[in-house]
């Protein structure tokens, strides 16, 4: 069965790069899936930040974009995320997710880690 | 951008009460629309997939309908254990977009 876990700092200061990584366990990353990144704000809803192949393909959402990197590790099965130039609106839970190949739904999640934005 | 509106954002129900849950897409995104459970504190449960298929392991009286622009999600017999936010997302195109949430509460 397939899990993922978050892991990386709780508190990032503004302007400084948020980097996290989610490692997979009980499934091979090189598998035909997507590994996404959501986040949501405290009391807020759900954004989609991006999600890559293990090969290296990647889908940014277009707002984040230019602030945004991910990566793949096969090695350590594992993934992450970076978002550079952080401020408070960044400050949110930060969820990554597994999606299989084609228009499939994100299932599943993991935990989730808070990322606080302090200035 | 594909918008998902969903209503309502919060819905006060007696355990046994039907619940239903709107989202209407600002285009048509066929069917590809998915339906997620978040209780406090934990992450998003995919509860419908494909707008009306249902998930395994997933209680029966989770049910899903819809294509093109709109679409509804139901709870048959609303349970305690039911109350949570739940969520629509499209899978048609990027950017992936979520509906605001609805919010259910167990009166």
């Known amino acids: 069965q397939v899990q993922l876990q978050e892991s990386g700092p709780g508190l990032v200061k503004s302007s400084d790069t948020l980097s996290l990584t989610c490692g997979v366990s009980?499934?091979?990353?090189?598998?035909?899936?997507?590994w996404g990144w959501i986040r949501q704000p405290p009391g807020k809803g759900l954004e989609w930040i991006g999600y890559?192949?293990?090969?290296?393909?990647?889908h940014y959402n277009p707002s984040l974009k230019s602030r945004v990197t991910m990566s793949v590790d096969t090695s350590r099965n594992q993934f992450s995320l970076k978002l550079t130039s952080v401020t408070a609106v960044d400050t949110a839970v930060y969820y990554c997710?597994?999606?299989?190949?084609?228009?499939?739904?994100?299932?599943?999640w993991g935990r989730g880690i808070l990322v606080t934005v302090s200035s | 951008d594909i918008v998902m509106a969903q209503s309502p954002t919060f819905v006060s129900v007696t355990p046994g009460e039907k619940v239903t849950i709107t989202c209407q897409a600002s285009?048509?995104?066929?069917?590809?629309l998915y339906w997620y459970q978040q209780k406090p504190d934990q992450a998003p449960k995919l509860l419908i997939k494909?707008?009306?298929q249902s998930i395994s392991g997933v209680p029966s009286r989770f049910s899903g309908s819809g294509s093109g622009t709109d679409f509804t999600f139901t709870i048959s017999s609303l349970e305690t254990e039911d109350a949570a936010t739940y969520y629509c997302?499209?899978?048609?195109?990027?950017?992936?977009?979520f509906g605001g949430g609805t919010k259910v509460e167990i009166k």
């Open positions: 997710a597994k999606k299989e190949d084609g228009r499939n739904p994100f299932d599943p």
């Open positions: 009980g499934y091979s990353i090189r598998s035909s899936n997507w």
């Open positions: 890559i192949y293990y090969s290296g393909l990647i």
């Open positions: 285009e048509g995104i066929g069917n590809y």
């Open positions: 494909y707008a009306s």
């Open positions: 997302q499209q899978g048609y195109e990027h950017p992936l977009t």
